[in-house]
């Protein structure tokens, strides 16, 4: 019956035979995925095997690598990112969180502010409106609400990646990619950051790169093991967990290795 | 054994180091106890309010008002600002963010030449381009305010480009990704905020620029007139601060010797007063 409810899930974004090199050297060979919507799909896998920069190729944040180059095609609801959507247009659909936070020097309010200004919302009351939903979904309200105007930059390091997930939510993005969110910060911000993913994923497509075992076990209902470039093997958590098909897949959640 | 603490590696270089700062500062030091000792009591036997506020600079007549250099320096700076800053900062944005590599690698070796050209070249550059241009332009002789801050704002871009440009690559690069990663434009992830996260670094190369401004001497001399009265018109002819010094020092004797010393406290002080004023507005900033 929850099978069942799973396959029903829409396939949000697509990829085939991606290859991806960075001048000579190739980072991901072959892979073939498709992420489905209303899940977390988690990335693992060890040190340098591909993780971030498969994530990168699903917003095209890898364009601003100089000698980035890849063949294959990624689409998102058919669509492929690379020819029909403008680069501006789709990363406003695909957000994404990084592993350092990277909050702007400017304001709470304005940070928050600063991707629906883009999108050229200008009236004050509905950037009030957006901003206070957005921190809100990202649970950080309580903690900035009477404090807007001070500096991003004046907040912890939990507070700052939370800010930095509100402000990706604030330009309503279909899907949300995040890198190593919680690899900053401690236990107690990363218990409220994978809480939000889960509330998130309601609404959202989540991705997620975690070299934290227990996090992807804890919130991710799709895992992808990397290994070398490869996707060594895609599938329910709790299989890849429990009952990995491949010895390298076996290994890695068994802590031998990476 | 207390030779060998003492003498160890660190406590050398420390003492090295230590010695070198308190050069800086002595230098600092000894300049102003100089030019209080010797530009102070002229401006007390003259008046201060007769000094700073006298319209009327006549040696001769024993009338000492350096009202109309202290406004032909104020004007003259900010108008090299206005003219010089918006297009350094602009030029330092595009060196570090739209600039192709084959044209950094054009540009960024003329810029640093532009920072060694002598200050007299630029003067004679004044005078042979700039005069007849502004003087075509705007009628009269040429020699004017007006000239000598469109130089100014010249001579000043070298200081402004390298010290924005310097403070704009090391604005985070995170900060850039955070931007486009929102559907930002690459323009308006620079302007929004790579800019504004530059900018106290930014500001900084203002305040060196108007430093230089203030104090650049023999280029303004070539190109401003040199009339000693209340600027009213930037086409005509000023006398500034700096001017002022360097045309009368060589004859000056007495009283009106130690005016002019005078004239260099005043100077002094602006630039101080200056410096001040950005760095409350500095950290007021920070603060907020
Ligand atoms: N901008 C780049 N230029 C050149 N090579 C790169 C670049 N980014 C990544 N690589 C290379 O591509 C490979 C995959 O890197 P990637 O960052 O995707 O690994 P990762 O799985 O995210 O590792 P980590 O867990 O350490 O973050 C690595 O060998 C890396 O050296
Ligand atoms: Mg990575």
Known sequence: MENLTQENKNIRINIEDLNVYYGQKKALNAINMEIKENEITAFIGPSGCGKSTLLKCLNRMNDLVPDFNMSGKITLDGEDINKKYNINDLRKKVGMVFQKPNPFEMSIYDNIAFGPRVTGIKNKDELDKIVEESLKAASIWNDVKDNLKKSALALSGGQQQRLCIARAIAV??????????????????????????????????????????????????????????????????????????????????????? | MMLKIILNKENIARFIFL???????????????????????????????????GEKWKPSQNLYGILPMTLASIYTTVGAIVIGAPIGILTATFLSYFCPQWLYKVLKPMVN?????????????????????????????????????????????????SVSESAIRSAQKSYYEGAVALGASHEISVFKVILPAAKSGIISSVILGIGRAIGETMAVVMVAGNQAIIPTDITRGARTLTSNIVIEMAEATDLHRAAL???AVVLFVLVLIINLLFSVIKTRRKHV
């Open chain 2, 261 to 263: 010393i005078g004239t």
């Open chain 2, 19 to 53: 010695a070198a700062a308190y050069v800086a500062v002595a230098c600092v030091i000894l300049i102003c106890v100089f030019l209080f000792t010797q530009g102070v009591p002229p401006i007390a036997k003259i008046g201060l309010g007769d000094f700073l506020f």
């Open chain 1, 172 to 258: 309503k993005p279909e899907v949300l990619l995040m890198d190593e969110p919680t690899s900053a910060l401690d236990p107690i911000s990363t218990e409220a950051i994978e809480r939000l993913c889960e509330e998130l994923k309601e609404k959202y497509t989540i991705v997620i790169v975690t070299h934290n075992m227990q996090q992807a076990k804890r919130i991710a209902d799709k895992t992808a093991f990397f290994y070398i470039g490869e996707l060594v093997e895609f599938g329910e958590t709790h299989d890849i967990f429990k009952n990995p098909k491949e010895k390298a897949t076996h290994r890695y959640v068994k802590g031998k290795f990476g």
């Open chain 2, 113 to 161: 030449l532009m920072a060694g050209i002598p200050s007299i070249v630029y003067g004679f550059f004044g005078m042979a381009v700039l005069v007849p241009f502004v003087s075509y332009t705007f009628g009269g002789n040429g020699k004017a305010l007006l000239t000598a801050s469109i130089l100014l704002g010249v001579m000043i871009l070298p200081t402004i480009i």
